[in-house]
């Protein structure tokens, strides 16, 4: 058996999947990008059939992306897979991944075919798809609850019709770690072709067994493991691909594969994909967690300085904390900025963005003696939000808190063009503001989440402020940035109400009958 263990990064499709995470089309390259860095074998970049705009996010990672493999998402339908086929067109390697369900209630209840039925769309999509990739994988969705019978013949099915990559999806999080790893054995011992595929996991985190349960799978012979940035995903999430990564690295001893990781870049891809999505991270959360590698405890930063093992089982730099070293300074000019936006994924289209976003950076500068890739971040997230079709601009705030005094804001914003001000109290300056915005923006949306992280370190560090909105079933996220946090959360809030906004249309991969 291969000592190889293949990883699948599904951030960009099932990612997006968790509600309020959608992103843009150059926010997606950018991840493709820094996913890439970190030697990631495939990027399932969307879903193409979904609407206009996941067609081309796809289409640009495909371009985007020169060393990992580019995955399209397809239902078992002819229409998905000639956009999958389409929008994966310019990558130099392609992957076309189709499925459809095979448990009894998914078959009855949701598609409402017979499993014959169902046999011949999964073996039909796997043909289909083969006319534009040798790449094929296949995935039996809900096959945690799925009969073994049944999926030992689609599966042997679907590698007959050119399949190369079979993937067995926990799609509720469901299974438990030790049958869940019985059942890929016992697939892979059954199945008479098995050995002409690759067996893969996609296990969902319902019962926070999603990394256990992928273990568990690549203890018993799969080769794949599907899995996002900082555990990403639909519902309560995917398996984190720096958890099952560090733990196949850290216990060579109990797996007998190994990943192409680049672990150094775990640490900058979780930030990154934490800012874009505006989903923080806990700060307990292994690997990629502020805490995760503090000790608090004094007998424990006794046994750390005496020696490191005494409590540590992995080294803060081999995932990437040390990296945050300063990039650019006040001196740095535009040739350094370009050249480190360019090695972050970010490829100015003309000379007049380059030199908008460089203003940005000096003004930076100016207020922050030294600039991290972090910043340089956010700063084109800041950059590319204001570039979203925004009706809704932040134009002036003035906030005061006083002892003894109750808090207040005044706000001017740009609406359609009219300009507008507001001003409101609150119990809190972010409070008044956001009372303030709403008074004019009249949005009617319940604040789901307010948080605020600092970016980098130090008390002149940007603060970055995700807040989610809720209205209708609708849920967005906003994100900001500043070294004035006050501020940021006012961008954040406005950047909200602008997505609530914007038109919204496109299909969820497993919401329809197929
Ligand atoms: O969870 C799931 O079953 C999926 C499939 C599309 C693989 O995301
Ligand atoms: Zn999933």
């Given at each position: 058996?291969?000592?190889?263990?293949?990883?699948?990064?599904?951030?960009?499709?099932?990612?997006?999947?968790?509600?309020?995470?959608?992103?843009?089309?150059?926010?997606?390259?950018?991840?493709?990008?820094?996913?890439?860095?970190?030697?990631?074998?495939?990027?399932?970049?969307?879903?193409?059939?979904a609407?206009?705009?996941?067609?081309?996010?796809?289409?640009?990672?495909?371009?985007?992306?020169?060393?990992?493999?580019?995955?399209?998402?397809?239902?078992?339908?002819?229409?998905?897979?000639?956009?999958?086929?389409?929008?994966?067109?310019?990558?130099?390697?392609s992957?076309?991944?189709?499925?459809?369900?095979?448990?009894?209630?998914?078959?009855?209840?949701?598609?409402?075919?017979?499993?014959d039925?169902?046999?011949?769309?999964?073996?039909?999509?796997?043909?289909?798809?083969?006319?534009?990739?040798?790449?094929?994988?296949?995935?039996?969705?809900?096959?945690?609850?799925?009969?073994?019978?049944?999926?030992?013949?689609?599966?042997?099915?679907?590698?007959?019709?050119?399949?190369?990559?079979?993937?067995?999806?926990?799609?509720?999080?469901?299974?438990?770690?030790?049958p869940?790893?019985?059942?890929?054995?016992?697939?892979?011992?059954?199945?008479?072709?098995?050995?002409?595929?690759?067996?893969?996991?996609?296990?969902?985190?319902?019962l926070?067994?999603?990394?256990?349960?992928?273990?568990?799978?690549?203890?018993?012979?799969?080769?794949?493991?599907?899995?996002?940035?900082?555990?990403?995903?639909?519902?309560?999430?995917?398996?984190?691909?720096?958890?099952?990564v560090?733990?196949?690295?850290?216990?060579?001893?109990?797996?007998?594969?190994?990943?192409?990781?680049?672990?150094?870049?775990?640490?900058?891809?979780?930030?990154?994909?934490?800012?874009?999505?505006?989903?923080?991270?806990?700060?307990?959360?292994?690997i990629?967690?502020?805490?995760?590698?503090?000790?608090?405890?004094?007998?424990?930063?006794?046994?750390?300085?005496?020696?490191?093992?005494?409590?540590?089982?992995?080294?803060?730099?081999?995932v990437?904390?040390?990296?945050?070293?300063?990039?650019?300074?006040?001196?740095?000019?535009?040739?350094?900025?370009?050249?480190?936006?360019?090695?972050?994924?970010?490829?100015?289209?003309?000379?007049?963005?380059?030199?908008?976003?460089?203003?940005?950076?000096?003004?930076?500068?100016?207020?922050?003696?030294?600039?991290?890739?972090?910043?340089?971040?956010?700063?084109?997230?800041?950059?590319?939000?204001?570039?979203?079709?925004?009706?809704?601009?932040?134009?002036?705030?003035?906030?005061?808190?006083?002892?003894?005094?109750?808090?207040?804001?005044?706000?001017?914003?740009?609406?359609?063009g009219?300009?507008?001000?507001?001003?409101?109290?609150?119990?809190?300056?972010?409070?008044?503001?956001?009372?303030?915005?709403?008074?004019?923006?009249?949005?009617?949306?319940?604040?789901?989440?307010?948080?605020v992280?600092?970016?980098?370190?130090?008390?002149?560090?940007?603060?970055?402020?995700?807040?989610?909105?809720?209205?209708?079933?609708?849920?967005?996220?906003?994100?900001?940035?500043?070294?004035?946090?006050?501020?940021?959360?006012?961008?954040?809030?406005?950047?909200?109400?602008?997505?609530?906004?914007?038109?919204?249309?496109?299909?969820?991969?497993?919401?329809?009958?197929?």
């Amino acid at each position: 058996m291969s000592d190889k263990l293949i990883i699948f990064d599904t951030t960009l499709r099932d990612g997006e999947q968790s509600p309020g995470a959608s992103m843009t089309r150059d926010e997606k390259v950018r991840i493709a990008k820094a996913l890439e860095r970190l030697k990631v074998d495939i990027i399932e970049a969307g879903f193409p059939a979904a609407s206009p705009g996941d067609f081309e996010s796809v289409q640009a990672v495909a371009r985007a992306v020169k060393e990992s493999t580019v995955c399209g998402l397809a239902r078992a339908l002819d229409k998905d897979i000639d956009q999958a086929g389409a929008a994966l067109k310019d990558a130099r390697r392609s992957r076309i991944h189709t499925f459809i369900a095979t448990s009894p209630i998914h078959m009855q209840l949701k598609l409402r075919m017979e499993p014959d039925q169902v046999m011949e769309y999964a073996v039909a999509a796997v043909k289909r798809a083969r006319n534009y990739t040798d790449d094929v994988e296949f995935s039996p969705e809900d096959a945690g609850r799925s009969e073994e019978d049944f999926l030992c013949r689609i599966l042997e099915a679907v590698i007959a019709a050119g399949a190369t990559t079979l993937n067995i999806p926990d799609t509720v999080g469901y299974a438990m770690p030790l049958p869940f790893g019985q059942r890929i054995r016992n697939l892979i011992e059954r199945i008479p072709n098995a050995d002409k595929a690759i067996f893969s996991v996609h296990c969902h985190n319902d019962l926070g067994l999603a990394v256990a349960n992928s273990l568990s799978a690549v203890l018993n012979g799969a080769r794949q493991v599907e899995c996002t940035i900082n555990g990403l995903g639909e519902r309560a999430g995917n398996a984190a691909l720096e958890e099952v990564v560090m733990a196949v690295r850290t216990r060579r001893d109990v797996f007998s594969c190994d990943t192409s990781i680049d672990t150094r870049e775990i640490v900058t891809c979780s930030k990154l994909v934490s800012s874009i999505t505006g989903f923080p991270v806990q700060p307990n959360k292994a690997i990629v967690g502020a805490n995760a590698f503090a000790h608090e405890s004094g007998i424990h930063q006794d046994g750390v300085l005496k020696h490191r093992e005494t409590y540590e089982i992995m080294r803060a730099e081999d995932v990437g904390w040390s990296a945050n070293r300063m990039v650019l300074g006040k001196h740095s000019g535009r040739n350094a900025f370009r050249s480190r936006m360019v090695e972050l994924g970010v490829e100015f289209e003309s000379e007049e963005l380059l030199n908008v976003a460089f203003q940005r950076f000096k003004e930076l500068a100016d207020k922050k003696h030294d600039i991290f890739d972090e910043d340089l971040q956010a700063l084109i997230t800041e950059a590319s939000l204001e570039t979203e079709d925004e009706r809704v601009k932040l134009v002036a705030l003035k906030a005061c808190a006083e002892t003894g005094e109750t808090p207040e804001a005044r706000v001017t914003l740009k609406i359609d063009g009219e300009e507008a001000t507001g001003h409101a109290k609150g119990c809190g300056v972010v409070d008044a503001s956001f009372k303030a915005i709403e008074l004019l923006v009249l949005s009617a949306a319940t604040v789901q989440l307010y948080s605020v992280n600092s970016i980098t370190s130090g008390t002149d560090a940007q603060g970055e402020v995700t807040v989610r909105l809720e209205k209708a079933g609708r849920i967005v996220n906003g994100q900001g940035a500043d070294t004035d946090i006050v501020m940021a959360s006012a961008k954040a809030y406005i950047n909200a109400v602008n997505r609530l906004l914007a038109p919204h249309k496109r299909s969820h991969p497993q919401a329809d009958n197929l």
